[in-house]
């Protein structure tokens, strides 16, 4: 939900995207094993009001960027679309990752962003050099 004063992510990642937003950081649980299915929170910040509605990726990769789970949603399952943010707006969102009851344990990454649903555009980062993918370490325990 939007608020005005929104809790911190716990683990701070600024990145900021083309179009007025900029993703903030995340919170996922310190541990996490096969087969558990994982909240995953994901902080988002408009700093403009975006000029249309994206979809948010949310992908679980191993170490070769192979494609594990995820799944695709706009922001708070269409609940309040891209285009409706307001400067300042901050938003904040969990999403659950269920992970596969045969993934060996290890590191992963999770990745995430937002694209254009009707071409499959990924939105980039604002001086990324092409960047259009936030990603950080996923770890799988025993």
Not at 115 to 133: E, F, I, N
Request: hydrophobic share 35%; proline share 12%; no cysteine.
């Amino acid at each position: 939900a939007a608020t005005s004063a929104p809790p911190a992510p716990a683990n701070p990642l600024p990145a900021p995207l083309e179009d007025g937003i900029t993703f903030l950081g995340y919170d996922q649980p310190a541990r996490v094993a096969a087969g558990e299915t994982v909240d995953i929170t994901l902080h988002w910040h408009a700093t403009d009001t975006p000029s249309q509605d994206y979809t948010v990726f949310f992908q679980l990769l191993d170490t070769n960027n192979t494609y594990i789970a995820g799944a695709d949603s706009p922001p708070l399952n269409g609940d309040y679309p891209t285009s409706l943010w307001q400067p300042d707006d901050t938003i904040t969102e969990t999403r659950q990752l269920t992970l596969p009851a045969d993934l060996p344990p290890g590191n992963y990454f999770i990745a995430t962003g937002l694209y254009d649903p009707a071409t499959g555009a990924r939105l980039p980062l604002v001086g990324g050099r092409g960047t259009d993918t936030i990603t950080w370490r996923f770890t799988v325990g025993e």
